[in-house]
């Protein structure tokens, strides 16, 4: 009886930790707009995550070893040996496809986020705006009214619940931005010829944003990835739908 009794509770525990907080309406399968909106609320109203459904806190995440540039595609290496990127709980989905009832190959996410800030301790060497740089201390990028659009490659994966999950193996994001301002801390070892270099560097955002936009795009897959992999993992497809 007791042992019964344990196993009931456990597998209430576990159906009732996959659900949804009550204040979530789910949408109708295909229904973009709703989806689109429920996966704003979601964002913008649990910034600190929704662990029942395998949601970590998206105000700020967290990376390590993460390269923006290399100098044999742009004259520049610039590494973040930490990475911490904050503002996604202020986004808005403003188009959601591909949700379908029958799991399709292919998610496509447009989305709006005003600024997003990306610090923590970089090393740099090379060629930046015909300049020779290098510094290695803090470093923080701003990037301002980012329109993001997100294709997410899925695969169906059937469990012993009978219920189907995704796995994702492949997030590929674009963001265009209309600024951008950076701080590089410790360049040259001389506040004052960094402080010369930041401001020529901000002067000319949109040549530095040339040169570092593919690698902060592959760093924003990391993090959408991050975000979308750890709640397909837990959070069946089915549950996330009316019945």
């Known amino acids: 009886m007791r042992l019964s009794l344990f196993i009931g509770c456990l597998t209430i525990a576990f159906v009732w930790g996959q659900q949804l907080p009550p204040d979530i309406d789910k949408c109708q399968a295909g229904d ?3 989806i689109a909106k ?6 913008q109203s649990y910034p600190k995550g929704i662990p029942s459904i395998g949601l970590d806190a998206v105000d700020a995440i967290s ?3 993460v390269i923006v540039s290399r100098m044999e595609s742009s004259k520049l290496d ?4 930490t990475l911490t990127v904050r503002g996604f709980e202020n986004t808005t ?6 949700f379908d009832a029958d799991i399709p190959r292919v998610f496509e996410l447009s989305a709006f986020t005003p600024l997003l800030r990306l610090e923590g301790e970089y090393e740099t060497q ?4 015909t300049m020779p740089i290098q510094g290695r201390g803090q470093a923080l990028v701003e990037l301002k009214d980012c329109q993001f659009r997100c294709k997410v490659r899925a695969v169906e994966d059937q469990r012993l619940d009978g219920k189907s999950y995704l796995e994702i193996p492949k997030v590929k994001c674009l963001v265009d931005v209309q600024s951008m301002h950076i701080n590089f801390d410790n360049l040259f070892n001389n506040k004052d010829l960094s402080d010369t270099m930041n401001d020529l560097a901000n002067n000319n955002w949109f040549e530095i944003w040339k040169t570092l936009r ?8 990391q993090v959408a990835g991050t ?12 549950d996330f739908f009316q019945v």
């Open 63 to 65: 990376f390590q070893n």
């Open 78 to 81: 610039l590494k973040f040996h």
């Open 126 to 129: 090379g060629i930046l705006l």
């Open 227 to 238: 975000i979308l992999r750890r709640v397909a993992n837990k959070f069946s497809y089915d």
């Open 214 to 221: 593919k690698g902060i795009n592959s760093a924003l897959d």
């Open 38 to 43: 429920t996966i704003t609320h979601i964002l």
């Open 32 to 34: 973009a707009i709703c």
């Open 93 to 98: 989905v403003l188009d959601a496809k591909g």
